[in-house]
């Protein structure tokens, strides 16, 4: 299938889209990657009158250090982080699950911008900026620039907060902590395919084996991407051991509302969270532990 007809606009600048978004609103669409749209759009289950391609913006592609941050131009393509070996040093985490996403050839036109914004609950990127408190900054003409909180900018399934007229600009990361663990485990079908679960681990442990600080975070078991606030409340503060972190893990699916489909039943995915959890807690708990051996 081709697309409906539409107007088509290619901007050189974030001023000239937050004009063309206040002018066209809802009737517009933004094209980043196209890795989610252009499927869409194929099967006409959107049919928008008019599309702003983003990727002429430059000024939208960017690593940026600030204050104990990284920043990240929304155009950003995923690829580019997966290569850039600093980034991998500030961000473990993040790219150790950048691989997951697609395929290279998806991730050399997907675009950090566009998969927060598709908000697919089993995405990698909406997990990410959720567990690691990530601040999203939205730009439009009538209201000036704003910023969310990752946690705020998802509303509902494949939902944001995201205006008719706003613009997403960039994300901003918390600094990694010098002294953190951590652990990345998804499971599909097939490598490329979308998670049927997936979970992220950032754990902070004292030289007396207290947890000081610890994130988790969950995708495709909830209708948004979520943290697993019961485990993490279990070892927060908690002195650590193989018993407790089970116990925790055994949490992990609390408060969530897991999805049946083709691929899983609800039964399923719950289960299969909480093995990864398991596995991904111990890994980095173990990690800790070594950080704090001195030879």
Not at 151 to 163: G, I, N, P, R
Not at 241 to 268: C, F, K, M, R, W
Request: aromatic share 6%; hydrophobic share 40%; with cysteine.
């Amino acid at each position: 299938m081709k697309p409906a007809p539409f107007k088509y606009y290619d901007p050189e600048t974030t001023a000239e889209v937050v004009a063309l978004l206040d002018q066209y609103g809802d009737e517009a669409k933004l094209l980043a990657g196209g890795q989610s749209l252009g499927p869409v759009l194929n099967m006409r289950l959107s049919s928008p009158e008019v599309i702003i391609d983003l990727n002429r913006v430059d000024t939208l592609r960017y690593i940026e250090p600030s204050n104990g941050a990284l920043r990240l131009g929304a155009m950003t393509l995923e690829s580019t982080l997966e290569d850039d070996a600093a980034f991998s040093q500030r961000q473990p985490l993040i790219a150790a699950a950048i691989p997951y996403i697609g395929h290279r050839a998806i991730r050399n036109r997907g675009t950090v911008g566009g998969s927060l914004v598709h908000a697919d609950p089993a995405a990698e990127w909406p997990m990410l900026a959720v567990m690691l408190e990530a601040e999203i900054e939205l730009k439009s003409k009538s209201s000036g620039k704003r910023s969310l909180k990752a946690e705020d900018f998802y509303v509902d399934f494949l939902t944001t907060a995201v205006k008719d007229d706003e613009l997403l600009t960039r994300v901003q990361i918390p600094e990694w902590p010098s002294d953190a663990s951590w652990s990345f485990i998804e499971f599909s079908r097939r490598h490329g395919d979308f998670a049927i679960a997936g979970i992220g681990v950032q754990l902070q442990v004292d030289t007396n084996n207290r947890c000081q600080d610890v994130k988790i975070g969950l995708l495709g078991v909830h209708p948004l991407p979520c943290r697993a606030k019961m485990s993490e409340a279990m070892l927060r503060g908690q002195l650590l051991s193989d018993e407790l972190v089970i116990a925790a893990a055994q949490q992990a699916t609390a408060g969530t509302e897991p999805g049946n489909d083709i691929h899983a039943s609800a039964t399923y995915r719950r289960h299969l969270t909480i093995t990864l959890a398991e596995r991904a807690l111990q890994q980095a708990y173990r990690d800790s532990i070594g950080k704090h051996i001195h030879v």
